[in-house]
């Protein structure tokens, strides 16, 4: 889901798509809190930041970080896939990533979009 987000945050989906300038749309998502990962990623993945201070590497869990911030987490994955220059800055002030079913954008009245979500099949491994 964070993948067709940054495309449509980047302008790719656009006929007049151009690198050097903003051509995308502004992204609602609702229901942040309902996102799931593939493979072990709830169980291991982690997000640090540094705070500056010695010894200031602080680190927080997938699972805790759902829990608290959901919509921080689809940020950071949409964050990461956006170009990084100057214009990311600008792209990511266009989404909008809300934890409930509510938000208020209803005024600009925006457009369903539904989108691609693969289900996911676990692999079967066969143990010799």
């Given at each position: 889901?964070?993948?067709?987000?940054?495309?449509?945050?980047?302008?790719?989906?656009?006929?007049?798509?151009?690198?050097?300038?903003?051509?995308?749309?502004?992204?609602?998502?609702?229901n942040?809190?309902?996102?799931?990962t593939?493979?072990?990623?709830?169980?291991?993945?982690?997000?640090?930041?540094?705070?500056?201070?010695?010894?200031?590497?602080?680190?927080?869990?997938?699972?805790?970080?759902m829990?608290?911030?959901?919509?921080?987490?689809?940020?950071?994955?949409?964050?990461?896939?956006?170009?990084?220059?100057?214009?990311?800055?600008?792209?990511?002030?266009?989404?909008?990533?809300?934890?409930?079913?509510?938000?208020?954008?209803?005024?600009?009245?925006?457009?369903?979009?539904?989108?691609?979500?693969?289900?996911?099949?676990?692999?079967k491994?066969?143990?010799?």
């Amino acid at each position: 889901m964070a993948s067709q987000v940054a495309r449509i945050l980047m302008g790719k989906e656009n006929p007049r798509y151009t690198p050097f300038i903003d051509t995308g749309d502004h992204v609602i998502v609702i229901n942040a809190e309902k996102i799931r990962t593939t493979g072990m990623k709830s169980e291991q993945k982690l997000y640090q930041h540094y705070t500056g201070y010695p010894g200031g590497l602080r680190t927080e869990e997938y699972k805790k970080r759902m829990v608290r911030k959901p919509e921080a987490v689809i940020e950071a994955a949409v964050k990461r896939m956006l170009p990084k220059n100057k214009l990311a800055a600008h792209m990511l002030s266009k989404l909008n990533v809300y934890k409930g079913d509510k938000h208020p954008h209803q005024a600009q009245k925006p457009q369903d979009l539904k989108l691609e979500v693969r289900e996911y099949k676990p692999r079967k491994v066969a143990v010799s």
